[in-house]
């Protein structure tokens, strides 16, 4: 899942663009909107000149972007307050591991109907994008940012160490042999941030999943990590981490990225978002799916989604009516592909500037073929977060504290399951 950085904009402007519904609205004027997209600089630029396209060629509808909040991470938390005041914007960005949350609230508008519509094309976006979206049966949001995990790896680092790039069947076990070989010299094989955070947890739920596990019951009620193939998966990083000494432990999260940039780290998993600044430190570079277990090499999507707030039948009909607009490839291209994202639908990789963005962003096709090793979704529980953390807690002892695999994720199984039994 992508985070963008903080607004220079103040949330007070966001807050007054988003308050109440206008008098020409209730006159039965343009219907006017408010957009809140958590976007800055560059992004915003693009946002402002997509909502001035749209009024242009749709003079009864006006839509007013807004920052919303200084940064996306706080989204949630907003939108909440002034939903209790009886006031919301008519559209904003949000996470998705945010929509089981999102479902229960009665303002959420249900785009159920919006993306049925032939003319929408749902099924031209990737599963991993629709699954994030429908919440039992419930269409909460219209993807609006997809990426992956994978792996990239720097190629100069592989070429002095002798070793053969990464090929699409490597297995875990190839990563932890080219990790070691790759340690020397003051270089480190790869990188694990251990914040403890979902950007920990996320990048170890692929790893249960291509060895066929789940993360909790089907039925939602109980954790179902805490499997001998989960143990094995962290006791690999583990190893790798305590034994070879091959991983660098980023206990902030926020430096394996410029050591890899600096050709410190030899491969990092991530995503397509950190190609841009890898290219603009000039890095020789290429990009492979995931190790695999048995053949398996799935991965993890982390969509994101505009949600529509219910302000009135006339408004939201109008703001559901502009992300079908917002999401078709011709636009989708603009938004997504002009930002260095993936396009958020397959009809989107026949454009022209789909073909000059995989030439402009070398290897940014993996990512975008890696969309179908993404084939499930984070689990639709309203607790997810508070779980997750139980979880990144977890993998954060065993690799820095040295605590038995097996261990810890028993305790954070049973910590994961007072969670969610607190949310029934």
């Known amino acids: 899942m992508k985070v963008h950085g903080a607004a220079a904009l103040l949330l007070v402007a966001g807050l007054l663009a988003g308050c109440g519904s206008s008098s020409s609205d209730e ?16 992004q915003a630029k693009v946002i402002d000149e997509l909502a001035a396209d749209y009024n242009k060629s749709h003079p009864d509808v006006k839509i007013t972007p807004a920052v919303g909040t200084t940064n996306v991470d706080d989204m949630l938390q907003k939108v909440q307050a002034v939903l209790a005041g009886g006031k919301a914007p008519d559209i904003a960005y949000m996470y998705g591991t945010w929509m089981p949350h999102l479902a229960k609230n009665p303002k959420v508008y249900d785009l159920t109907a919006t993306v049925k519509a032939p003319e929408f094309g749902w099924d031209d976006f990737w599963p991993s994008e ?9 269409v909460v949001g219209v993807p609006a940012v997809v990426d992956n995990l994978g792996v990239i790896y720097n190629k100069k680092l592989f070429d002095a160490a002798g070793l053969d790039y990464p090929d699409k ?68 990083w ?68 505009w949600v529509v707030f219910d302000n009135g039948s006339r408004r939201a009909k109008a703001a559901a009516d502009f992300l079908t607009w917002l999401t078709r490839p011709e636009q989708d291209a603009r938004w997504t592909l002009g930002l260095g994202n993936l396009p958020l639908r397959k009809a989107t990789t026949e454009l022209p500037a789909y073909k000059k963005f995989i030439k402009d962003i070398p290897d940014m096709d993996v990512f975008t073929a890696n969309l179908d090793n993404a084939k499930q979704a984070r689990p639709h529980v ?5 779980f997750s953390e139980k979880v990144g807690n977890a993998i954060s002892e065993a690799l820095v504290g040295g605590t038995p695999p097996q261990e810890a994720l028993a305790t954070a199984a049973t910590e994961a399951d007072t969670v969610l039994g607190r949310a029934r």
Do not use: C
């Not at 006159?27 to 560059?42: D, F, I, K, S």
């Not at 990563?175 to 979902?198: C, I, M, N, S, W």
């Not at 998993?269 to 890095?283: C, S, T």
């Not at 309203?382 to 508070?386: F, N, S, T």
């Open 27 to 42: 006159a039965g004027g343009p219907v006017e909107l408010t957009w809140w997209h958590g976007q800055v600089e560059t």
């Open 130 to 138: 629709r699954a994030v979206s429908e919440v039992n049966g419930k």
């Open 169 to 236: 069947d490597w297995t875990w076990d190839d990563f932890r042999t080219a990790a070691k070989q790759l340690t020397k010299d003051g270089v480190y094989g790869t990188a694990y941030p251990v914040t403890g955070a979902e950007d920990t947890v996320w990048r170890f739920w692929p790893m249960i999943w291509q060895q066929g596990g789940a993360i909790v019951t089907p039925d939602g009620k109980k954790s179902a990590f805490n499997t001998p193939q989960a143990v094995q998966a962290l006791g690999l």
């Open 238 to 305: 583990s190893a790798m981490a305590r034994q070879d000494k091959s991983v660098y432990l980023d206990q902030n999260g926020e430096k394996f990225l410029p050591l890899f940039q600096s050709g410190k780290v030899g491969m990092i998993i991530a995503g397509p978002w950190a190609l841009l600044d890898i290219i603009d430190h000039k890095v020789d570079y290429g990009v492979q799916v995931l190790p695999g277990y048995n053949g398996n090499h799935e991965t993890i999507a982390g969509p994101d989604n």
């Open 382 to 386: 309203p607790a997810y977060p508070e």
